[in-house]
């Protein structure tokens, strides 16, 4: 631990005001917390791997605000980092995920017999299911700040744990820096490549560094469960379908993820969790579950109604282009999905989604008829 | 996870023997760093890094070299084969050069402010290729890169500048009466442009710097560019405050530079704080211009309409020497030294950093047979009218200086000025339907 970051020492030669970030015209989670107090006592810290508060801070510096969404403005360069800048980051994750406390615990629930209904979506108006989640392989940086060679160590390990699936999980990966262009066309097609990220809040982060080195997606031949390697979390897992059989989608994602969980353990490596955090991802707004379950789901009448954000605020539902997080929606066809990630448990999130949705279907057709939804209204949940 | 063998490495014990003020360092870390306090008191050989706070810093910075840079060290837990970037389908100076060999030798390596082999490559290996140039891949984080890391970056520079030897000398001559002619016709040449780069001593440069020393080199560059006078009086303005008018204008005069949306640039870590700590100063006739902190610590850009390169080229000596005195004044010189000249954060801009070069009408000769062969004998390179990114627009084309390094200031803004000379002779040519073989230059 006499190991210091040079770099970070030759900053401390200024003062923490000379140092510190003009965040005047931010406005993201981490500007809302980061006062000069709290950078100075914070500046001189870092994890055994050597991620600063400056390196957790960067991509929020860089990144003012975001049109349609308030970011968070800061990433994990490893696990240690929530315990080091805690400070900083337990307030950032209180005003994110509803009120959160540092001393609040977290529950895990990977049981799909535990979901109520979700196998019936009107497939008329519901057009896909989704749920995925990301997973941070213990022992390892995370992207903002991995170097190639435990990037390729991650990817190494991914590839031989998922080969190992079989049945309806039977895959094949393909790795970004060796597809074909006739691959490439397919994967898109289908609606499952990543691109290099364009976003400047994940650039910002340092997470586009090596592209494509060490990225590539894994899928199983029925192509409804999906794995990216080394995108924005060492793992992203997704299981989706056509239509409304949101049950069946969700009974996939837990199966395949407590395998691929167990083919990890076999190899000695687990995923990073804990039980205050849950699962521990790059972004900080996506600890917990790590979850999010949508549809697209097709409400021209209802997304024009004045009391459609209401609503979906009180089923704690949010709603997003069909592009994804950083898009508009298109013809009356949203993304719905649930808001929480932290202090709720996987089948408690499906759950609000399954039900929500199946609300505010009822009152897509209520509106179509001409009739009012007033009393359809939900409780605050 | 820290990896033992690397801990136990370190160099020995530096040596507190010629330290008179150690009593004093223990008494003021004391207060906040009790543990520090303690081991500077026992002369431990465990030198607490929070030590390098304290007044002594450089030369306890000198001692404790042991001290790694963390991440870095964090890697040497992987092989080098593990960690080696693949190149194969990379095109620039950095990917001919870097083996395996070569990577595994210097990636635990760092200069004394921190910056290693994978922070000097990374924009290289983000970037494969372009489409117009062929790229450096590589930029300086601080002067001492360019020693810690010469194994990587001589040949580089050798590729670059045109086969420039490790033990080759740079020359400097910014006496502009040494220009003969330099008065081209203003029918071709639409604007005249002399540019080039300094970088401050004693600060990291812009892929490594922090906001503290950003902030630092604004501060001196204000203060500095404050004290100019006669055709020289100016004004600056930052980035951050700059009303939207302000913006409007100097847009239109073509003088804003804009957040980098190069991903040379971005993937260097330039773009890190933006726009904290940057601006542009420009003089009241518009003719003399410096950026702070864009791609190099200070560019000084020195500029008219029409062909009078000889005007342009006086007054940018002027300035940048006026400017150099006042930043010695205040202690702080330019990084230079008599291998690579001026030192830049870029190596192809290395020994003058100057590119001198005129917007000039040539749609005729841009579309012979010969132009590209002309451009190279005349050791001048075309861009389009946007900069180096860029393609050129109804026959107009930037053309300046090809080299940087291994010949003076003088040297290659008479390169342009000569062979533009030529090539609008030759445009008028064949204007004429007339051949110019006849003019076609021997190499120079």
Same mark, same amino acid.
């Given at each position: 631990?006499?190991?210091?970051?040079?770099?970070?020492?030759?900053?401390?030669?200024?003062?923490?005001?000379?140092?510190?970030?003009?965040?005047?015209?931010?406005?993201?989670?981490?500007?809302?917390?980061?006062?000069?107090?709290?950078? $100075?006592?914070?500046?001189?810290?870092?994890?055994?791997?050597?991620?600063?508060?400056?390196?957790?801070?960067?991509?929020?510096?860089?990144?003012?605000?975001?049109?349609?969404?308030?970011?968070?403005?800061?990433?994990?360069?490893?696990? $240690?980092?929530?315990?080091?800048?805690?400070?900083?980051?337990?307030?950032?994750?209180?005003?994110?995920?509803?009120?959160?406390?540092?001393?609040?615990?977290?529950?895990?629930?990977?049981?799909?017999?535990?979901?109520?209904?979700?196998?019936?979506?009107?497939?008329?108006?519901?057009?896909?299911?989704?749920?995925?989640?990301?997973?941070?392989?213990?022992?390892?940086?995370?992207?903002?700040?991995?170097?190639?060679?435990?990037?390729?160590?991650?990817?190494?390990?991914?590839?031989?744990?998922?080969?190992?699936?079989?049945?309806?999980?039977?895959?094949?990966?393909?790795?970004?820096?060796?597809?074909?262009?006739? $691959?490439?066309?397919?994967?898109?097609?289908?609606?499952?490549?990543?691109?290099?990220?364009?976003?400047?809040?994940?650039?910002?982060?340092?997470?586009?560094?090596?592209?494509?080195?060490?990225?590539?997606?894994?899928?199983?031949?029925?192509?409804?469960?999906?794995?990216?390697?080394?995108?924005?979390?060492?793992?992203?897992?997704?299981?989706?379908?056509?239509?409304?059989?949101?049950?069946?989608?969700?009974?996939?994602?837990?199966?395949?993820?407590?395998?691929?969980?167990?083919?990890?353990?076999?190899?000695?490596?687990?995923?990073?969790?804990?039980?205050?955090?849950?699962?521990?991802?790059?972004?900080?707004?996506?600890?917990?579950?790590?979850?999010?379950?949508?549809?697209?789901?097709?409400?021209?009448?209802?997304?024009?109604?004045?009391?459609?954000?209401?609503?979906?605020?009180?089923?704690?539902?949010?709603?997003?282009?069909?592009?994804?997080?950083?898009?508009?929606?298109?013809?009356?066809?949203?993304?719905?999905?649930?808001?929480?990630?932290?202090?709720?448990?996987?089948?408690?999130?499906?759950?609000?989604?399954?039900?929500?949705?199946?609300?505010?279907?009822?009152?897509?057709?209520?509106?179509?008829?001409?009739?009012?939804?007033?009393?359809?209204?939900?409780?605050?949940? | 996870?820290?990896?033992?063998?690397?801990?136990?490495?370190?160099?020995?014990?530096?040596?507190?023997?010629?330290?008179?003020?150690?009593?004093?360092?223990?008494?003021?870390?004391?207060?906040?760093?009790?543990?520090?306090?303690?081991?500077?008191?026992?002369?431990?050989?465990?030198?607490?890094?929070?030590?390098?706070?304290?007044?002594?810093?450089?030369?306890?910075?000198?001692?404790?070299?042991?001290?790694?840079?963390?991440?870095?060290?964090?890697?040497?837990?992987?092989?080098?084969?593990?960690?080696?970037?693949?190149?194969?389908?990379?095109?620039?100076?950095?990917?001919?050069?870097?083996?395996?060999?070569?990577?595994?030798?210097?990636?635990?390596?760092?200069?004394?402010?921190?910056?290693?082999?994978?922070?000097?490559?990374?924009?290289?290996?983000?970037?494969?290729?372009?489409?117009?140039?062929?790229?450096?891949?590589?930029?300086?984080?601080?002067?001492?890169?360019?020693?810690?890391?010469?194994?990587?970056?001589?040949?580089?520079?050798?590729?670059?500048?045109?086969?420039?030897?490790?033990?080759?000398?740079?020359?400097?001559?910014?006496?502009?009466?040494?220009?003969?002619?330099?008065?081209?016709?203003?029918?071709?040449?639409?604007?005249?442009?002399?540019?080039?780069?300094?970088?401050?001593?004693?600060?990291?440069?812009?892929?490594?710097?922090?906001?503290?020393?950003?902030?630092?080199?604004?501060?001196?560059?204000?203060?500095?560019?404050?004290?100019?006078?006669?055709?020289?009086?100016?004004?600056?303005?930052?980035?951050?405050?700059?009303?939207?008018?302000?913006?409007?204008?100097?847009?239109?005069?073509?003088?804003?530079?804009?957040?980098?949306?190069?991903?040379?640039?971005?993937?260097?870590?330039?773009?890190?704080?933006?726009?904290?700590?940057?601006?542009?100063?420009?003089?009241?006739?518009?003719?003399?211009?410096?950026?702070?902190?864009?791609?190099?610590?200070?560019?000084?850009?020195?500029?008219?309409?029409?062909?009078?390169?000889?005007?342009?080229?006086?007054?940018?000596?002027?300035?940048?020497?006026?400017?150099?005195?006042?930043?010695?004044?205040?202690?702080?010189?330019?990084?230079?030294?008599?291998?690579?000249?001026?030192?830049?954060?870029?190596?192809?801009?290395?020994?003058?950093?100057?590119?001198?070069?005129?917007?000039?009408?040539?749609?005729?000769?841009?579309?012979?047979?010969?132009?590209?062969?002309?451009?190279?004998?005349?050791?001048?390179?075309?861009?389009?009218?946007?900069?180096?990114?860029?393609?050129?627009?109804?026959?107009?084309?930037?053309?300046?200086?090809?080299?940087?390094?291994?010949?003076?200031?003088?040297?290659?803004?008479?390169?342009?000025?000569?062979?533009?000379?030529?090539?609008?002779?030759?445009?008028?040519?064949?204007?004429?339907?007339?051949?110019?073989?006849?003019?076609?230059?021997?190499?120079?």
């Amino acid at each position: 631990m006499p190991f210091g970051n040079t770099h970070n020492q030759l900053k401390m030669n200024y003062s923490a005001e000379q140092e510190y970030p003009d965040l005047s015209k931010h406005n993201n989670h981490m500007a809302k917390v980061l006062t000069q107090e709290m950078y $100075e006592s914070l500046r001189d810290k870092e994890t055994p791997s050597g991620f600063t508060l400056d390196d957790v801070i960067q991509t929020g510096v860089d990144n003012p605000g975001h049109p349609f969404i308030m970011t968070v403005g800061c990433v994990a360069g490893d696990e $240690e980092t929530y315990e080091v800048f805690k400070d900083m980051l337990d307030p950032i994750i209180e005003d994110r995920h509803g009120g959160y406390k540092p001393t609040d615990k977290h529950k895990t629930d990977l049981n799909p017999d535990n979901l109520q209904g979700g196998d019936d979506l009107d497939p008329d108006y519901v057009l896909s299911s989704r749920v995925r989640t990301g997973r941070s392989i213990r022992g390892f940086c995370l992207p903002p700040h991995c170097s190639r060679g435990e990037r390729r160590g991650i990817e190494k390990l991914s590839i031989e744990s998922l080969s190992a699936l079989e049945g309806d999980l039977n895959g094949k990966y393909y790795a970004l820096k060796d597809m074909t262009d006739e $691959e490439q066309q397919q994967l898109i097609d289908d609606h499952f490549l990543f691109d290099k990220p364009v976003s400047p809040l994940l650039l910002a982060s340092g997470m586009g560094r090596d592209w494509p080195d060490g990225r590539g997606i894994w899928h199983n031949d029925n192509k409804t469960f999906l794995v990216w390697v080394n995108e924005e979390d060492h793992l992203r897992v997704i299981s989706m379908q056509k239509g409304g059989n949101m049950k069946e989608v969700f009974h996939r994602f837990c199966t395949g993820l407590t395998q691929i969980e167990s083919l990890f353990k076999d190899k000695g490596h687990e995923f990073m969790w804990n039980e205050h955090l849950g699962y521990v991802l790059t972004c900080p707004s996506n600890l917990g579950t790590g979850l999010r379950g949508g549809v697209h789901v097709k409400l021209p009448n209802l997304s024009k109604h004045e009391k459609f954000g209401e609503v979906l605020k009180r089923l704690r539902l949010q709603k997003r282009g069909t592009g994804g997080v950083d898009t508009a929606a298109v013809g009356g066809v949203f993304d719905i999905s649930n808001a929480d990630r932290l202090g709720f448990s996987e089948v408690e999130l499906v759950q609000m989604v399954v039900d929500g949705v199946k609300l505010l279907v009822e009152m897509e057709k209520h509106l179509e008829k001409g009739q009012s939804i007033d009393d359809l209204m939900p409780d605050h949940k | 996870m820290a990896n033992n063998a690397a801990l136990d490495s370190r160099q020995s014990a530096p040596d507190w023997s010629g330290c008179e003020i150690k009593s004093d360092c223990a008494t003021r870390a004391k207060a906040n760093y009790p543990a520090a306090a303690e081991s500077i008191a026992r002369s431990d050989d465990l030198i607490p890094r929070t030590v390098t706070s304290f007044f002594c810093a450089d030369r306890v910075r000198n001692a404790i070299m042991p001290f790694g840079n963390t991440h870095n060290n964090f890697k040497m837990n992987f092989s080098s084969d593990e960690e080696f970037p693949d190149l194969t389908k990379h095109n620039n100076h950095m990917a001919k050069v870097l083996t395996k060999e070569m990577y595994a030798k210097l990636r635990d390596k760092q200069t004394p402010s921190g910056y290693t082999l994978d922070d000097v490559i990374q924009t290289g290996v983000d970037n494969p290729g372009h489409p117009f140039i062929m790229t450096v891949g590589c930029v300086a984080g601080d002067e001492e890169t360019y020693e810690v890391f010469k194994d990587l970056l001589d040949p580089i520079i050798s590729d670059r500048h045109s086969g420039y030897k490790a033990t080759d000398k740079h020359r400097t001559d910014l006496n502009f009466e040494n220009l003969k002619g330099g008065d081209l016709d203003p029918e071709y040449v639409l604007s005249s442009r002399v540019r080039t780069g300094r970088s401050i001593k004693g600060y990291t440069l812009p892929p490594h710097n922090s906001r503290g020393e950003r902030r630092a080199v604004e501060d001196l560059s204000v203060q500095a560019l404050a004290s100019l006078d006669g055709e020289f009086k100016g004004k600056y303005y930052p980035l951050k405050s700059m009303t939207d008018k302000e913006q409007e204008q100097l847009i239109e005069d073509h003088f804003l530079f804009d957040k980098p949306v190069s991903p040379l640039l971005i993937a260097a870590g330039m773009a890190r704080d933006w726009p904290d700590g940057r601006g542009i100063w420009h003089n009241e006739d518009k003719t003399f211009l410096v950026w702070v902190n864009e791609e190099d610590h200070l560019r000084v850009i020195s500029m008219q309409k029409g062909g009078n390169m000889k005007e342009v080229f006086r007054r940018f000596c002027v300035g940048l020497q006026k400017i150099e005195e006042i930043f010695k004044k205040n202690n702080h010189g330019f990084m230079w030294n008599e291998h690579l000249g001026y030192v830049l954060t870029c190596p192809s801009n290395l020994g003058t950093g100057l590119r001198g070069g005129v917007h000039v009408k040539l749609p005729k000769l841009s579309t012979h047979a010969k132009f590209e062969e002309i451009l190279t004998r005349l050791r001048l390179q075309k861009r389009g009218t946007g900069g180096v990114d860029t393609a050129s627009v109804g026959g107009i084309f930037d053309i300046s200086n090809t080299d940087r390094l291994g010949s003076s200031e003088v040297e290659q803004v008479q390169a342009v000025v000569d062979g533009v000379k030529l090539m609008v002779e030759m445009e008028k040519k064949l204007e004429k339907g007339e051949s110019i073989d006849s003019m076609i230059p021997a190499q120079k």
